[in-house]
């Protein structure tokens, strides 16, 4: 990755995420806290109907889909993050990965060998040079993936990218997550949460479901309660990843209704 000789946050990207993260606190977004703890099972299956089956780009319609085999994450770093930040950075994603691991109940590990879902913070000029790292560290991504990523705008403050096994009944084969060095810490770890859970099965961005981070309104900082229960029942032992909307929708809506949410 090109070699910067300061952190991300010093230019003028920077300061236009500290404006971003301004107009939206001051209009009450981004909260920090989880939302209500109570919510309507068949409102949470709506919501995972929006989420988790389908698609932020592309078909509307779309198979769950989930890590089947366990998760091995890793975290890289372009050179225009300086290490105090790096220190931070991996603190902040270690603890989330086993938070994601407790709510699913499934394996993810951070800091494994052979990494199948790697995490990178870089900067604008690290971003759009990106394409060979992706297509060497990323089993399976397409071109397509790699011009998107490259390519991400400005006013686009993270992303991921998930990659299916051949046969889609055996679920993810591998994802990266894109984190821009630019923010302020509360929009990074606000990315870190989304992306990182995206990443995990739940990949669409929307604008009905609250509270919700995955809403397109940014109210939201981190992942709520409503989010949690997303994520749980997407790994309950009755799913499992190709099934359509049709198969899985009357589980999940079987999944809420008896788990006391």
Not at 1 to 16: C, E, F, I, K
Not at 127 to 154: D, E, F, Y
Not at 178 to 190: G, K
Not at 205 to 223: H, M, Q, T, W
Request: hydrophobic share 35%; glycine share 8%.
């Amino acid at each position: 990755m090109t070699r910067l000789d300061s952190g991300g946050a010093n230019t003028p990207l920077g300061q236009y995420y500290r404006n971003m993260e301004a107009g939206l606190l001051s209009q009450g977004g981004l909260r920090q806290d989880q939302g209500p703890s109570a919510l309507d099972p068949a409102y949470l299956a709506e919501s995972f109907r929006e989420i988790a089956l389908s698609r932020e780009y592309g078909s509307r319609d779309a198979p769950l889909m989930r890590w089947e085999d366990p998760v091995r994450m890793t975290l890289r770093f372009g050179n225009s993050v300086p290490p105090s930040q790096r220190k931070d950075i991996t603190r902040s994603i270690r603890s989330y990965a086993g938070r994601l691991e407790r709510i699913s109940g499934h394996p993810v590990q951070f800091g494994a060998a052979a990494p199948n879902y790697v995490v990178a913070v870089v900067d604008e000029a690290e971003l759009r040079g990106l394409g060979p790292w992706l297509r060497a560290n990323v089993p399976g991504i397409s071109n397509r993936a790699v011009r998107a990523i490259t390519a991400m705008p400005q006013g686009h403050m993270c992303m991921v990218v998930t990659v299916p096994q051949p046969d889609i009944r055996d679920g993810i084969r591998s994802a990266v997550a894109i984190v821009r060095a630019e923010h302020t810490p509360l929009m990074r770890q606000s990315c870190i949460e989304e992306e990182l859970a995206q990443g995990m099965g739940l990949p669409n961005d929307c604008k009905g479901p609250r509270p919700s981070i995955f809403n397109d309104n940014e109210e939201y900082a981190v992942l709520t309660r409503h989010d949690e229960l997303l994520l749980k029942a997407l790994y309950a032992p009755e799913l499992h990843s190709g099934m359509r909307r049709e198969q899985a929708l009357p589980l999940v809506e079987r999944i809420f209704a008896t788990s006391g949410s």
